[in-house]
Antibody
Framework: QVQLQESGPGLVKPSQTLSLTCTVS??????????WSWIRQPPGKGLEWIGY???????YYNPSLKSRLTISIDMSKNQFSLELNSVTAADTAVYYC??????????WGQGTLVTVSS | ESVLTQSPGSLSLSPGERATLYCRAS???????LAWYQQKPAQAPRLLIY???SRATGIPDRFSGSGSGTDFTLTISRLEPEDFAVYYC?????????FGQGTKLEIK
C-alpha cells in the first residue's frame, strides 16, 4: 500500500520561502507511470493543483504560481519537494502531496497546514 | 484552461435518499480526464470515480459516475450516514489539473 507523508515548517514568514517534502513509502517514485503532485487547500476553500514532477525530472506548474515555484525529486530518498518563494497570507493552506496516475490522483498524503504570518 | 462548475453548492438529503451531483466544464473534457473525490472534515480527498464512470478500488457500487463532453454527474443511489461530505470533480487538460468548487452534501 503506497503511503505519502508531507513534512516541513508549519509557520512561514511573509516574503520568505515555503519548503515541504513528501516521503513516499510502500512504493517507488521511479516508475514512469506516475507523476507526483502538490495540491493545496486554503482553510474552508476548495482544492488548487500546484504542480507535478516525473521521476525523469520533467515538471509542469500551475501558471498562476509558476514564477515562484520549484518542485524537485530525490529518487535516492524516495521523496519529492516543493519550494514556493515570496509567500503571502494568500499562500496559507493545507498542502497535500499526491500520486497521479492516468490523469487522476489515487493516493494522497494526510496534508500539512502551512500558515504564513509574521 | 477549463473551468469546472459544480452544482448545487450544497445539498440537504436524508439517509436512504438518492443524491445527484453535477459538474459542468467550460470546455469539452475527455471522459478519460474526469474524476470525482470525496472529502470529509480534516481528511485528504479520496478518489471515488476516474475516467468519468470507473469506480476506484474499494468504492461501493452505490457510487456511480456518468456524462461526457461538458456535463458530468455523480450519483449516490442510496445515501449512507458516512456519505455526507464534500464532493469535488477534477479534470485534466493542457498539461494541468483543475477542480470544481465542491458540493457539500449535508444530512437533512
Amino acid at each position: 500500500q503506497v503511503q505519502l507523508q508531507e513534512s516541513g515548517p508549519g509557520l512561514v514568514k511573509p516574503s520568505q520561502t515555503l519548503s515541504l517534502t513528501c516521503t513516499v513509502s510502500g512504493g517507488s517514485v521511479s516508475p514512469g507511470d506516475y507523476y507526483w503532485s502538490w495540491i493545496r487547500q486554503p482553510p474552508g476553500k476548495g482544492l488548487e493543483w500546484i504542480g507535478y514532477i516525473h521521476y525523469s525530472g520533467s515538471t509542469y506548474y500551475n501558471p498562476s504560481l509558476k514564477s515562484r515555484l520549484t518542485i524537485s525529486i530525490d529518487m535516492s530518498k524516495n521523496q519529492f519537494s516543493l519550494e514556493l518563494n515570496s509567500v503571502t497570507a494568500a499562500d496559507t493552506a493545507v498542502y497535500y502531496c499526491a500520486r497521479e496516475q492516468l490523469y487522476y490522483f489515487d493516493y494522497w498524503g494526510q496534508g500539512t497546514l502551512v500558515t504564513v504570518s509574521s | 484552461e477549463s473551468v469546472l462548475t459544480q452544482s448545487p453548492g450544497s445539498l440537504s438529503l436524508s439517509p436512504g435518499e438518492r443524491a445527484t451531483l453535477y459538474c459542468r466544464a467550460s470546455q469539452t473534457v475527455s471522459r478519460n480526464y474526469l474524476a470525482w473525490y470525496q472529502q470529509k472534515p480534516a481528511q485528504a480527498p479520496r478518489l471515488l470515480i476516474y475516467g468519468a464512470s470507473s469506480r476506484a478500488t474499494g468504492i461501493p457500487d452505490r457510487f456511480s459516475g456518468s456524462g461526457s463532453g461538458t456535463d458530468f454527474t455523480l450519483t449516490i443511489s442510496r445515501l449512507e450516514p458516512e456519505d455526507f461530505a464534500v464532493y469535488y470533480c477534477q479534470q485534466y487538460g493542457s498539461s494541468s489539473y483543475t477542480f470544481g468548487q465542491g458540493t457539500k452534501l449535508e444530512i437533512k
